[in-house]
């Protein structure tokens, strides 16, 4: 049976669909994208989660019947059945998992007591079951508590499928908010510090003097706050902003009803307001919780990635004294929540307005980007290469910016440049080029906007200018192949003595021994002394892949090698396919899990732009996870051989086992 998978193209710098042979090669691929590993390592979460079944099963009796809703590996379902429950129906929509789940379940003997059911707990129905369930257990919950809909799945399971006084695991839950001062935080949501080359990314109104409105993306941002490495000012205690109770459905009537809470934030420092941090806590049972809290509140907390917390920003940071009281009004649905934090006395946002970006600046750059375009000193080094090429160039002058379009401002910022041209596809990115810069600044009017297949080009080029950065991709020699692909079906279009910017790119590595990224993608074979060695198989079947992660904060390492270079791209050259073999040596003992893939960026003279962990926070690397960890010694070496296939910008490695010490 054939299937379909993503596929990246180099050329056009997108992931393709492509047929694949076998839907067991697709399920094991996106069974090794997930982050199962994650939440089937998380001790802590599961410990409780047991506790609390092993509870609901006693309290309910011996016949307990048992729904778990979102079975993922049948983990909780089979803690049911170790429990004493008599029978459990398990829900699992997502295909792939729902097939390894049946192994499982068969491999640890429940067969007899589990009925896996491959739909959703929603789609069910009086019929479905054949009684109704004493004891639903589920774990549909995300960072944001309920944007995987558990409240919509419960009010249906409470109505349909639950018996009478029904035992819910979680049974309530509540969001905690908390205000703070980090200047450092408030860079991935305000514009103010997003100038490229004179011109402000601002919206309109506050490049004007007027303060913005817009409250920026719709989403809050998830976040790790542990792993900051800026300190964060906290200026009052945490407060209880709402809270649920998942055992009865007549607090959720409505689908798409709004329920709104009030309250007032006394302050107890000095400083200035830049958002709301918040985390959630559940009661599995009686005396039995999990909690996202950061470490500040909670000091024993489990490092995960599957929950995290969150950050609301505000439009404008609001300087405030100690003793200052703020009102909150918290709103939500039935997959959202949203704040409205303001100073004492000033009107509510109308119940029925939801946030979301009303500049169109935040739709177009994502919070990662935003703080990356804020950081002074990476634009500085594109301002720089910008400046000294076009300094030597006779006007007028024509730059095509490759990619995406922001840095291509600091071109429009130079006299001598007349057109930049920009390849953009996105509705609203061409709509805040073409409408909504040229009101903030008016050399934005410099940027033309051509097609896809560059036949917009009107004018030879003499400089291509890329970061390089393309919203399509995610890793980072992706974007430089991209960049590669893309400066070749430029060169009919080049002026004679054209530039190119960067000139060339650095593939460049480093071995390193994770402190807990490497769970992200572990498949462990036992889970609180269940058998999963049908997960981990199905895991391991496909082979490792990427992720994206800012090493230098994001994930706790250990450097097992210095960093080293493995190919020089030069983007003048034809794009070409390498293979490196090399002898790695090692500088510590330890356990080599991952491997760090970045590039660097030659600029120009004494302008190298470094894309490892040691540069700007705000660029990430590529991971490889290994599925064997390699323990070395210092003094030790290993052999690598990593191929780079340009056209599919493919990156693979492969591992020998290490070399004796030489004595």
């Known amino acids: 049976m054939s299937a379909f998978g993503a596929r990246f193209n180099a050329a056009t710098g997108q992931h393709e669909w492509v047929a694949r042979d076998s839907d067991e090669d697709s399920a094991s691929g996106e069974l090794s994208a997930s982050f199962y590993g994650d939440m089937l390592n998380d001790t802590e979460r599961n410990r409780q989660y047991e506790a609390a079944i092993a509870w609901a099963v006693r309290t309910a009796g011996p016949q307990a019947v048992v729904l778990d809703i979102g079975t993922g590996t049948g983990l909780l379902a089979m803690m049911a059945v170790r429990a004493g429950a008599s029978r459990v129906f398990a829900c699992e929509v997502f295909v792939p998992m729902a097939r390894i789940a049946r192994r499982v379940i068969h491999d640890n003997g429940m067969s007899d007591r589990i009925t896996l059911l491959e739909q959703r707990s929603t789609d069910l129905t009086e019929r479905s079951l054949p009684e109704r369930a004493d004891i639903i257990v589920s774990e549909v919950l995300d960072t944001e508590l309920i944007g995987e809909g558990v409240l919509e799945t419960m009010r249906h399971a409470l109505q349909h499928l639950a018996k009478p006084n029904c035992i819910v695991v979680p049974a309530r839950a509540s969001i905690w908010v908390q205000p703070f001062q980090s200047p450092d935080l408030r860079l991935y949501q305000s514009l103010h510090k997003a100038t490229i080359g004179s011109i402000s990314l601002m919206p309109p109104e506050a490049a004007s003097g007027i303060a913005s409105t817009c409250r920026g993306p719709a989403s809050m941002f998830e976040l790790r706050l542990d792993d900051r490495p800026e300190p964060i000012l906290t200026l009052a205690p945490p407060l209880c902003a709402i809270d649920f109770d998942f055992r009865t459905s007549a607090q959720y009537a409505e689908t798409e009803q709004i329920h709104s809470r009030e309250h007032q934030l006394a302050l107890t420092q000095r400083g200035t307001v830049d958002g709301l941090v918040a985390w959630w806590a559940v009661e599995l049972a009686p005396g039995i919780t999990l909690s996202t809290a950061p470490k500040w509140i909670n000091p024993q907390a489990a490092w995960r990635d599957h929950w995290m917390q969150l950050l609301h920003s505000l439009p404008q940071a609001l300087p405030c004294a100690k003793g200052d009281t703020l009102d909150l009004t918290v709103r939500h649905d039935d997959y959202r929540v949203w704040f409205d934090l303001r100073r004492q006395g000033q009107a509510a946002l109308p119940e029925d307005e939801r946030p979301g970006c009303t500049c169109l600046a935040h739709s177009v750059l994502c919070r990662p980007r935003i703080r990356l375009l804020s950081t002074a000193g990476y634009v500085q080094q594109y301002e720089k290469a910008i400046a000294s090429v076009v300094t030597d160039c006779l006007p007028p002058v024509n730059v095509f910016c490759a990619g995406h379009w922001p840095i291509g401002l600091a071109a429009c910022a130079l006299p001598k440049v007349v057109k930049v041209f920009v390849v953009e596809l996105s509705p609203n990115s061409q709509h805040y080029l073409r409408d909504v810069l040229p009101s903030t600044s008016p050399q934005g009017r410099k ?21 390089p950065f393309f919203p399509a991709v995610r890793l980072p020699w992706e974007h430089a192949c991209v960049f590669w692909t893309l400066c070749e079906s430029l060169r009919p279009r080049l002026a004679r003595d054209a530039c190119i910017i960067p000139r060339r790119g650095v593939l460049r590595i480093m071995l390193v021994q994770f402190e807990h990224m490497h769970t992200l993608r572990c498949a462990p074979s036992e889970v609180s002394g269940f058998n999963l060695q049908s997960f981990q198989e199905a895991c391991h079947a496909s082979p490792a892949d990427f992720d994206v992660a800012y090493l230098s904060f994001e994930y706790a390492f250990t450097r097992l090698s210095d960093p080293l ?35 660097d960026y030659d600029l120009g003279p004494s302008n190298k732009l470094d894309g490892g962990p040691d540069s700007y926070q705000a660029l990430y690397q590529g991971v490889q996870i290994l599925r064997s960890p390699l323990d070395v010694a210092a003094g030790d070496s290993i052999r690598m051989a990593v191929r780079l296939d340009v056209p599919t910008a493919d990156l693979s490695i492969e591992f020998e086992r290490p070399a004796p010490r030489s004595l």
């Open 565 to 599: 270079s493995l190919q020089t791209l030069d983007f003048a050259t034809t794009p070409s396919s390498s293979t490196v073999q090399l002898d790695v040596p090692l500088m510590r003992t330890g356990s080599i899990n991952g491997v760090a893939v970045w590039m």
């Open 447 to 467: 940027i033309d906007l051509v097609g896809a297949d560059l036949t917009g080009v009107t004018a030879p080029i003499n400089v291509v200018f890329a970061e």
